[in-house]
DNA sequence: ATGACGGAAGTTTTCCGA
């Protein structure tokens, strides 16, 4: 009955940010770690750095954008890569199954664990090719949630969903009413996803005002507190009484170099 | 301010992210 750990990523090309990522790991030990937007194909992935440190790895890359990874004490099982139904040439979603250590009262059954990591799409501008896609893409997304829900009642969803939920997500939210992030129709399908059976596991808990997981490179974001909450750990029905706590790290975010976003942190006990 | 910052590709400048 350990408690078990699970956390999100965006690292912004895991070429630059492979020592921060390792860094982390040995200062916040994870029984999951979704990454997003590695920006590398899958001959360049550092299993063998992750080996090392005492993880196993499963990867889905790409050339120069996108690229989800799942990094993880226990190998993954029943890896799928990207949505199954939803036809798509980037590399955005990996799933695997994990051993969870509570589940059954009596402590003696070993349960399992289905972990979803996507990097969603970034939609660009309302209106915009990339944004019909971006909505097509998190229709397909919920569709086939919907299924693998029922097979996997102990399911997470993290990742960069590139979706505010409301205006408290927001640094400025007159100033980005109706812009990319936060316009209705993208969260009409974030809370659409909610209403499958997943709660946003950082509102399970009471939580500091302006809490973000990413800032803008520019114009000191990050010092200023100009950011955005767009990294989600969302969970399913079953897992919600296991809840113990969720928090943004907000550490690694005051390195050189550091990635755009914050790593988002799950505690299951 | 159709800007800034940062990464990738790849070659001096563009695309993209959020």
Excluded at 172 to 194: F, K, S, V, W
């Amino acid at each position: 009955m350990s408690p078990m750990k699970f956390a999100t990523w965006n690292i912004n090309s895991l070429t630059v940010r492979l020592p921060q990522v390792l860094d982390w790991l040995a200062a916040n030990p994870v029984d999951v770690l979704a990454l997003q937007e590695l920006k590398m194909t899958d001959d360049k992935f550092p299993h063998a750095a992750f080996q090392a440190a005492g993880y196993e790895s499963v990867c889905f890359g790409q050339k120069t954008y996108n690229g989800v990874a799942l990094i993880s004490r226990a190998p993954a099982h029943d890896i799928v890569r990207n949505i199954p139904g939803f036809s798509d040439d980037m590399a955005r979603v990996i799933s695997g199954t994990f051993p969870l250590d509570f589940g059954a009262p009596t402590g003696d059954v070993q349960s399992t664990i289905r972990v979803v990591g996507a990097y969603f799409p970034n939609g660009q501008e309302p209106g915009s090719d990339k944004f019909e896609y971006k909505l097509a893409w998190l229709q397909g997304l919920r569709s086939w949630l919907r299924t693998e829900l029922v097979k996997h009642p102990n399911l997470v969803l993290m990742g960069d969903y590139n979706i505010t939920f409301d205006d408290a997500d927001v640094w400025d939210p007159e100033g980005m009413r109706d812009q990319i992030h936060c316009t209705d129709e993208e969260r009409y399908e974030l809370n659409a996803l909610i209403a499958v059976g997943l709660a946003d596991a950082h509102r399970l808990f009471p939580q500091a005002p302006k809490s973000y997981s990413w800032w803008d490179y520019r114009d000191f974001g990050f010092k200023r507190n100009r950011g955005m909450r767009i990294d989600h750990i969302l969970l399913s029905q079953a897992l919600q009484a296991q809840a113990k706590a969720c928090w943004i790290d907000k550490t690694p975010r005051r390195n050189e170099r550091p990635s755009d976003h914050a790593p988002v942190v799950l505690e299951l006990t």
